[in-house]
């Protein structure tokens, strides 16, 4: 299993969420920061500002670099979703248009310049500057206009239309603010080498393909409220070693030169479980569900009751069990529990029950055939199934390929690399696709299922219903979170009866830890957060 | 001397221009624009997409670009990576030094089990210590490059805790991933040192300073070995390219950064620039490695100079 | 694992500097080495011809209750994650794999003989760019070459041994052209030519007949290199498509589960080990046979 994503998602790269909350105590003079944590990540980032950068990998360490507006914590607290940041209070228009924030005074970048106003609005200027090339964070800010500075502490931003997204997506690393003394030295770009932020670390070094080091911020004092303390984190240094083998990310864990791994083997994960001196943390997230994008242009999948057939014909718990068993739970939703509107009797649409399946072809006209294989006109049932390389799903398709050969589905595999696959899947060439998708919002719906996603975006099913596009806007209208609700459970409705995702699995970020790490915490799309942590000896 | 360095050196050139000329032909024929794969997931339109392909100077006739490519080539500029913005030269300038270490320990690696396997086959030549000494070597060759480089790590870092699984700077972390590679080179060396010492063995030569006293190893090292050293020598230089193919899995495996991983990833990711950046840096040192055994052949040998 | 050098004609047999009987062993060890490779590629080419139908199971079929288990009476070589026999998976994965081993070897001698004995024969012009053009080759690292190879043609095997293919030509190349070079000028071809022979006729009737000895000797040890590279192009994320058995792929997938079912990778990762250690021997065998001046008394 892999949690391969070139794209954090267009809706932002977490939110901060400190799961298990407790009233925070006052430190006192709390000791020097001490420890040397070292995580063991898969893929190297490419740049490292958030601003600018698509990887989860960069997601990782700007969310202990930078300090977001607002926190996003949903279950944290009755009646309230979101706690301040570096933002003390917010007022938003009706519209869903204007998002005033009032700003901390004591907070401090990393250069030792004060944070301002004018910082958010350098920062959300160089997000949609066409030089800095931002490959997410311009897609959760939305559709942005321009940024008004009422004195150093209140900070109005405009959008051209409205973003009921917004608060969610302002709670990520991406909508971080930067250094405006930093961007002036370095420039658009040189930001990426060195990131200057006002979060609990600092960054230090980045040696191209072996690892990022940033180390404790001495100077940190305005942690959030439901932080577990105050003042600089309790550990020395983190260090984030790239390490692209899933074995030797084991190994390393195995031999201590890792202290925390991700995307392990699954199996190597129930080991772990299993043995001692480990803790495995299995971080819930929310967004889309591991699914199965079906093409619901290219026959034979354009009829919606072949696409029909193959959600019924789907056995998800099988998958599981044999594959991601005390890991993962299966999914039969297109969104995630957790997720802003997710509808739970969704998930009893397609239970498995491959004698409907059967019965769905046989109406389609798909009558048993030669070698099993279903015909119709004398040509074959065949489905095209092209998965990405490396990504995670090819056990996946290969269960699904023989759970459809029992309704009579003949299915040919195949797999490229990304990003060439993605201009495959934009042409139509496949029937199947691999994808998930990180958000932290309901408005990921845009782009998965926008009519107007189809030829360059994300919506790999070609699926173009306008009704649905309607729904998602007007969820998107309002940032009340009741009354965003309807119309995107609505819209979810309609695209789950076209049948044109088939969610395998709930994934959640899973890592793998020596137990000497304590304390550690997640963001709600599970990205770990090390100010309060700590290590045991 | 001078002059055949001379003359070596302007016969790489076209050397040189055609593989950065059939790099940059076959990057334009693979499907995929980069312009798209970079605003990918941005909700970039057609046209922004087509002003980045602009900017890229992609939109450009290819003799024009490659035209471009050449002139800045030859003021240094090995132009900007599409994936992070950085310029290419600085990137591999980054890199670079990390695959250089790992290609001269696994020579050593290389050069040590092969000479050696090589030295006791053809010195008993026959026997079980001959059959062994090959088999070891061909075993390297034998066992796939990941596959040994897990082994390795299994047994010396996982359970006997010797060394680090991961490759970190210094010597301790060089020396599984420079055994790993090492030992698949050596099979060829055991082959080539055994033949050849095996027949400088036979010359008149040899019979003599076994007359005159010498024992069965002075004689080797001595007279024979050097002998049989230069096509070694040779081989070496040629195996710059398998070398780097080897690094590629082995610095996967290892955790170590190095032109091999930085190429896969630009590959993927059709970051043109990065592309035929490390395929020139890599076509270069070829050339000037074996420039360099030609010219210690030459030094060696006379006769080759005016050849 | 470049076999350019090995193109390098053996050397003259040398005399025993010792009492020591070693010409026994020679006889003994090597040939019975030889020998036994040469056993076990029967076997395997067998197999391949064969096909999946001699397994015990099918290899492809999926059992999910069945996975995962160590060997024992039921499955000889265990079960993989998906339940499917890994013996069966062995025996039909012959195929494939020597399917594309060959026929990597294919394309680089038949380009490799073309081009080398283009260049040697004819000599000038044509060796000078044929030269150049193997020189460009070899600069390119093999694995970009086969990436990009791959890139273009999309993944599989086949298109993996079209990569893995080309980028031995070079190496063929060399070889045929150094033994064009040094045929052409013996007596026996510029007697032919001398009594008005055409030049196809030559190369046909009595300069190809010799090549064909080292070339097939380059071949044996090019096999071995052509499986490790498919496997290696496995590890990299291109090659064959599920679930075709293949060895380089299995022992890649078994990687993941090395610590849960080591019998997964082990079982086609010997049989590749085998299959090369036995290319060598018999290689080894077959130049030592076929270069006279190997040939003992």
Redesign the interface.
Known sequence: MTRRT??AG?LGTGSAALLGAARPRAAASAPAPQGRLVFGMWQ?P??LDPGTS?LISSGYISINVFDPLIWHLPGMRRGQEYFPGLALRWEVSGDARRFTFHLRRDVKFHDGTPFTAEAVKATLEHIVN?ET????A??ALGPYSHTEVTGDDVVTIVFKEPNGAFLNNVATSGLSPISPAALRRYGH?GV??HPVGTGPFKFQEW????HVTIVANPDYNWAPPVAHHQGPPHLAEITF????????R???L??G??LIAENL?P??V??LQRAKGYTVFAAPVTGMPYSIMVNAKRPPTDDVRVRQALQFATNQE?II???YKGIYEPAHNIFLPGTLSYDPTLDKMYRYDAGRAKSLLEEAGWKAGAGGVRQKDGQPLRLVFINI??FGF??I???L??QWQDVGIQT?????????V??TYNRGDHNLADFFYYSVDPFLMR?LYACD?I????NWMHYCDPQVDALVAKGNATADPSKRIAPFREAARRVMEAAVVIPIYQQRAVFDASDRVQALRFTVNGFPIYYDATLRA | MGAFIGRRLLASLPIVFGVTALVFLILHLIPGDPAQIMLFGTNATPDQIAGLRRSLGLDRPLAVQYGDFVWRLVHGDLGVSFISQRRVAEEIGLVFPATATLALATMVVAATVGLGAGVIGAMYRGSWMDVAGTGFSVLGVAVPNFWLSVLLILVFAVRLGWLPALSEGGVRGLILPSVSLGWGFSAIITRLCRANLLEALAQPYVSTAYAKGLRAGAVVVRHALKNALIPVVTLLGLQVGNLLSGAVVVETIFGRQGLGSLAVRAIQAKDFPTIQGVVLVVALVYLLVNLAVDVAYAALDPRVRYG | MDVQASSAAPPAPARPATGRPSWVWRRFARHRFAAAGAALLLVVFALAAAGPVVAPYNPERVDIVDRLRPPGAAHWLGTDQFGRDVLSRVVAGARPTCLAAVMAIGIAAGAGVVLGAAAGYAGGAVDGAVMRAMDIMLAFPGILLALVVVTILGTGLLNVMIAVGVSLIPAFTRLVRGAMLSLRQREFVVSARAIGCGSVRILGRHILPNVWAQVAVLSTTALGWAIIAGSTLNFLGFGVHPPTPEWGADLNTGREYLNAAWWMSTAPGTAIVLVILAINFVGDGVTEALDPALRRP
């Open positions: 070139l794209l267009a190297s490419e740049s698509g066409p090339k931002s490959r997410s311009i897609t770009q990426s080498q040696v191209l393909g072996n070693r790239i390490i692209p083998d899933a074995s030797t084991f190994n390393a195995r031999t030169e890792v083997a199996t190597d129930q080991g099988a069990e044999a594959l390389a490396n090819d056990q398709s290969q269960l390929q023989a040919d595999i195949s797999a490229q690399s990304f990003p060439t993605a201009e782009a996603q030829t360059h975006g994300f």
